[in-house]
């Protein structure tokens, strides 16, 4: 069975230096990946997804997201974090039992804390 | 464009009492999820319809909870009766097509308390 692992509950970063929240992942077949956001009172927002192709995939509000198949991970990097990405982060992976692409598999989240 | 909007956004009930949760999708999206996240642990997922339809309903926790999505518009999932360990917040997404690789679009969530 396919799983999905944050090993991080917090990230604390200064504002303005390199971001970056860990993901490692277990699939049995092709890996299907995505990066989602959820900041305070708000549901969760879309931010990038690996299906194939290149290994750097770039997503919304300057983040990417670099697959490697050989170390299994898919870690969220920003080059320079703003206060404003402050918020839950969460990796997650396609269900691989059953054709649906809605039914992921979540991380636990990473809280992520940028300040000033 | 509105998008997936979900209520109540906050419900505290005590054990044994009834709750429905309802979502409504974005407009013209066949494809319905819920997920839930209990006491800040991952975000499991519960059920998928696609219109009317079941598609999967396998994180369905157990018998006490219906979900129902009549005339593929809008969805209810009640929890009837509720116990603590039901506490936590019920997500609701939608997309358009459930066999590609589209983003869900998630809405902010109902928080149940069990007391």
């Known amino acids: 069975a396919q799983s999905v692992a944050q090993p991080e509950d917090q990230v604390n970063v200064a504002e303005g230096n390199p971001l970056t929240v860990k993901c490692t992942y277990s699939?049995?077949?092709?890996?299907?990946l995505f990066w989602y956001v959820q900041y305070p009172n708000r549901g969760l927002q879309f931010l990038l997804k690996?299906?194939?192709?290149?290994?750097l995939v770039k997503g919304s509000y300057g983040f990417e997201a670099e697959f490697n198949k050989s170390q299994t991970s898919f870690h969220l990097k920003k080059p320079s974090a703003l206060v404003s990405d402050s918020a839950l982060y969460f990796c997650?992976?396609?269900?691989?039992?059953?054709?649906?692409?809605?039914?992921?598999?979540f991380g636990a989240g990473t809280q992520v804390v940028v300040t000033p | 464009e509105a998008g997936v909007t979900q209520f109540p956004s906050h419900s505290v009930i005590e054990k044994g009492q009834t709750v429905t949760l309802r979502c409504d999708p974005i407009?013209?999206?066949?494809?319905l999820y819920w997920y839930r996240r209990v006491m800040g642990k991952e975000i499991k997922f519960l059920l998928h319809?696609?219109?009317?339809?079941?598609?999967?309903e396998s994180g369905m926790p157990n018998n006490r909870f219906l979900a129902e999505r009549t005339g593929g518009t809008y969805s209810t999932l009640k929890v009837q009766p509720a116990e603590l360990e039901d506490s936590g917040v019920y997500f609701c997404?939608?997309?358009?097509?459930?066999?590609?690789?589209?983003?869900?679009?998630f809405g902010e969530g109902s928080r149940l308390t069990v007391l």
């Open positions: 997404a939608s997309s358009q097509d459930g066999r590609l690789a589209r983003e869900l679009f």
């Open positions: 699939v049995s077949g092709n890996p299907y």
């Open positions: 690996y299906i194939t192709g290149d290994n």
């Open positions: 997650a992976v396609r269900d691989e039992e059953g054709d649906s692409w809605g039914k992921l598999q």
């Open positions: 407009s013209g999206h066949d494809n």
């Open positions: 319809f696609v219109k009317e339809s079941k598609q999967d």
